[in-house]
Structure formats: structure tokens, C-alpha cells
């Protein structure tokens, strides 16, 4: 499935099956903005073990870790993920449990 986006103002993108869009994270009271990588293919939301690291984010073990496949159908380099972590996304003014 390909994404044509007409209006690309302040989103990186590259009109395949994925693009990205600046997001606020709340964990705990504390503001984490980065980006999001929006792909059409996913099948719940992940955040970068960089931006957790980077941000001495809590992390959580999770009872049954994901297998993770890369967007273009090659296995991931982390293989499994194991921790989650609990936070909100804020997206423009909406906020996203």
C-alpha cells in the first residue's frame, strides 16, 4: 500500500509506506519530543531503545516479548523486544492513551 501525501508541512516523508511526524511523549510527568514513524504495515506502537536510553526511560518486562520484522520483511537486528514502557503521545493537541 502506497501513501501519497499532498501536504508534507513540518513531516519527513518519503510517499512509500511510512513517514514520520514530531511527537511528545508523557511518562511520568516528564516531556520526551521526538519523532514517530508512521508505517501503514505496524501492528502496535514501539519506541527506539535510543530514545528510552536517552531519556532514562522506566521500562517494564514484558510476560511475552514481540518478535520483530523490519518494515521491508528482514528480521530485526534486536530480534525480540522485552520491556515496554507506559506514556502518553501527544500528536498536535491530541493525546493518545
Known amino acids: 500500500m502506497k501513501v501519497v501525501l499532498e501536504f508534507c508541512n513540518n513531516i519527513a516523508c518519503n510517499k512509500t509506506t511510512f513517514f514520520k511526524i514530531p511527537v511528545t511523549l508523557w511518562i511520568y510527568e516528564k516531556k520526551v519530543q521526538t519523532e514517530a514513524l508512521v ?18 526511560l522506566v521500562t517494564y518486562k514484558l510476560a511475552n516479548p514481540y518478535y520483530v520484522i523490519n518494515v521491508d520483511g528482514t528480521p530485526n537486528r534486536a530480534e525480540y523486544i522485552t520491556e515496554y514502557i507506559r506514556a502518553y503521545i501527544e500528536i498536535g493537541l491530541h493525546r493518545i492513551i
Do not use: I, L, Q, W
Open 39 to 56: 508505517d501503514s504495515e505496524a501492528t502496535t506502537n514501539f519506541v527506539n531503545r535510543v530514545v528510552v536510553e536517552n531519556n532514562n
